[in-house]
Nanobody, 123 residues
Framework: QVQLVESGGGLVQAGGSLRLSCAQSGPISTINHMGWYRQAPGNERESVALITSGGTTNYADSVKARFTISRDNAKNTVYLQMNNLRPEDTGVYYC?????????????????WGQGTQVTVSS
């Protein structure tokens, strides 16, 4: 199965910046889209940013103009640059990828999640 590992979370003051990374590993695969989600305590998981295989991006209204999602296809890695962070950005950030992977000479669909990385923004 395709595996995702996030890194880059931490504690930052309001107005600061963080850069999250999500590295993909596993069998040969094609990625349809990758995205970042977050979940604050007591809240449901919500979509933050999405990038398609063609490079089209989409952002939640709350992070537009502050967050930037990007991909390095050569490194099988997706990034989330987060600027001007706010306390309400606090939560566990999860990486998601969906596509197809090669298994015993057959293509199979996958929808994988990383383990999550904590982002805490202090006021």
């Amino acid at each position: 199965q395709v595996q995702l590992v996030e890194s880059g979370g931490g504690l930052v003051q309001a107005g600061g910046s963080l850069r999250l990374s999500c590295a993909q590993s596993g069998p040969i695969s094609t990625i349809n889209h990758m995205g970042w989600y977050r979940q604050a305590p007591g809240n449901e998981r919500e979509s933050v940013a999405l990038i398609t295989s063609g490079g089209t991006t989409n952002y939640a209204d709350s992070v537009k103009a502050r967050f930037t999602i990007s991909r390095d296809n050569a490194k099988n890695t997706v990034y989330l640059q987060m600027n001007n962070l706010r306390p309400e950005d606090t939560g566990v950030y999860y990486c998601n990828a969906a596509g197809r992977y090669l298994n015993n000479f057959r293509w199979k669909d996958f929808d994988s999640w990383g383990q999550g990385t904590q982002v805490t923004v202090s006021s």
